[in-house]
């Protein structure tokens, strides 16, 4: 067969007689259920329908990368060149990109096998992909052991290089030709075929007034054809149920009906879907079965169904382009499929998705962008990263200490001008707020009860001198930066001062509910007293 290696041999093969076993026919099967199955009638029970488009529209909306690993370790993304062209654009003049994985995922999820044919230059380069129908084509083996590719179509046979040939196959033994699940499958689905002839059978002969018509005489062959042609025009089929029936001639009604319950309809309808769903491991729900389905638990069976049944799939098509169009290209880049498309949750997940990643350094502000599918911000900005400035390696922790900034340069001093009235003002009120809310507390708990002793009040003011300044120091920072006078020390001495006055006061009145609100309106006004004074 080492004739056939050019392209003029491959052309020569379509009129050269074929020494190569014949093709394995497709199988139609009879299953005990009584439903003949093959490759096409299966497609008309729907939860086969529905579990072949799925995967097959899934796998045709998702794009590949063509990457070139640098040398740094990185990959650059290649996003021109025919390679990325026959992936992403369109593999012939004839279809898109995204029609061409859709068809050949639906080959192989009904047949076992997706073929393509890719044509060459004569430079050997890749520059289109015709889809092969997985029925006329078959991998086979010359006396040597080569492998080829054997096409039947309008009485002619051409054999194909292997390399030649873009196979996508799923589930097999030998690794070189996947299994056909409709023919390994072919009961469950039979059964679900009968199920659905049953059950439109079911509905077309009328589920109401189904029964005998007894008749007291004996009636001839003719009598009971009219009668029953009569009694079936009247009553039987969609739109008749309910109808009040009238006889005569000594007829009376007995009634067979039976209930849905007891045809176990629906049960056997749903049990079937699952069924089919097991054959392509697909969740229930995307079939449209949503009887086990809930808010808590699809999100987490959309990402399973990712993880367990599309991943796979990508990893075959990413094999064979890597091994059969990106090989004799340039051996080092790689295809990759772009799955991030189906993991991408709600706005608000991938929002706070971003902010962590974001907070954490390893996402720039244009690789959001870029997820989002916007226009990168131009600049440096949009490539920054940024990390929080208390984290560093742990190894550098103790041994690099931070460098001590350089002291600025001498400056004659500026005369301290004279503070705004407004923003003293401002800031006196912030202040205030603060800390009289915090002395308030502290003091309330600390003097409760002590009227009449004025030697302990006095002890628990100094004691808590200390920190009533520590209190202070942040705020006495606020002033400083508006240019505002402001005494820690003094300013605590007063409100001590001010505290046991107030407390004395309240004892020559004898009242004795000190409250919480009345010591933090005491300490308030105090306090931009000293601030003012």
């Given amino acids: 067969m080492s004739e056939k290696t050019s392209f003029i041999g491959r052309v020569l093969a379509r009129i050269l007689p074929s020494s190569q076993p014949n093709s394995q026919r497709v199988v139609i099967n009879r299953a005990p259920a009584g439903a003949y199955v093959n490759n096409e009638n299966a497609l008309t029970h729907t939860a086969v329908w529905c579990a072949i488009k799925l995967l097959a529209e899934t796998m045709g909306s998702l794009n590949f990368k063509v990457l070139q690993p640098l040398a740094n370790g990185s990959n650059l993304e290649i996003k021109n060149g025919t390679i990325y062209d026959l992936l992403n654009v369109s593999p012939n003049p004839m279809m898109s990109a995204a029609t061409f994985r859709e068809t050949l995922t639906a080959h192989v999820c009904g047949w076992g096998n997706g073929y393509a044919e890719i044509e060459r230059d004569m430079m050997g380069r890749a520059v289109a992909l015709w889809p092969l129908l997985p029925n006329q084509t078959k991998p086979v083996l010359d006396e040597s052991g080569q492998l080829w590719y054997k096409n039947t179509s309008n009485g002619n046979t051409v054999y194909l290089e292997a390399k030649d040939v873009l196979h996508i196959h799923g589930f097999g033994f030998d690794g070189v030709m996947g299994y056909d699940p409709i023919t390994y499958h072919s009961q469950a689905i039979s059964q679900g075929l009968a199920v659905e002839q049953h059950t439109s059978d079911f509905f077309a002969n009328g589920t109401h007034l189904n029964g005998a018509l007894i008749a007291k005489g004996k009636l001839d062959k003719d009598k009971r054809a009219n009668i029953r042609d009569a009694y079936n025009e009247s009553y039987k089929g969609n739109g008749k149920a309910y109808r009040m029936a009238v006889f005569d001639n000594d007829l009376s009604w007995q009634s067979f009906s039976i209930s849905p319950e007891a045809s176990q309809l629906i049960e056997s309808r749903k049990f079937k879907v699952s069924d089919i769903a097991r054959i392509w491991r697909v969740p229930n729900h995307l079939l449209g079965d949503l009887e086990k389905a809930t808010f808590s638990n699809i999100e987490s069976q959309g990402i399973e169904f990712v993880q367990y049944t599309i991943l796979p799939w990508a990893v075959r098509w990413e094999s064979e382009i890597n091994m059969k169009l990106l090989n004799s290209a340039n051996p080092k880049r790689r295809a990759k499929m772009n ?29 959001i962008r870029s997820l989002e599918d916007m226009n990168p911000i131009p600049g440096p900005a949009g490539k920054a990263y940024i990390l929080p400035l208390n984290y560093q390696l742990a190894r550098d922790i103790g041994s690099n200490p931070a460098p001590t900034p350089a002291p600025a340069p001498s400056q004659a001093p500026e005369p301290p001008s004279d503070p705004d009235p407004d923003e003293m003002s401002a800031a006196a009120n912030i202040m205030a707020e603060d800390i009289a809310s915090r002395i308030s507390n502290k003091y309330g708990n600390d003097l409760y009860g002590r009227f009449g002793d004025n030697g302990l009040i006095a002890k628990a003011i100094a004691k808590n001198n200390d920190w009533l300044q520590q209190a202070l120091q942040p705020v006495s920072k606020l002033f400083q930066e508006i240019n505002i006078s402001f005494s820690v020390e003094g300013c605590a001495d007063a409100i001590g001062v001010l505290i046991q006055s107030y407390y004395t006061e309240l004892e020559s009145n004898q009242e004795k509910e000190v409250t919480q609100a009345a010591i933090k309106g005491f300490v308030l006004d105090s306090i931009k007293k000293q601030l003012v004074g």
Avoid: P, T
């Fill in 339 to 367: 799955l991030n498309v189906l993991m991408r949750g709600d706005a608000k997940s991938r929002y706070e998705a971003y902010k962590i990643g974001r907070e954490w350094g390893w996402l720039s502000a244009n690789d």
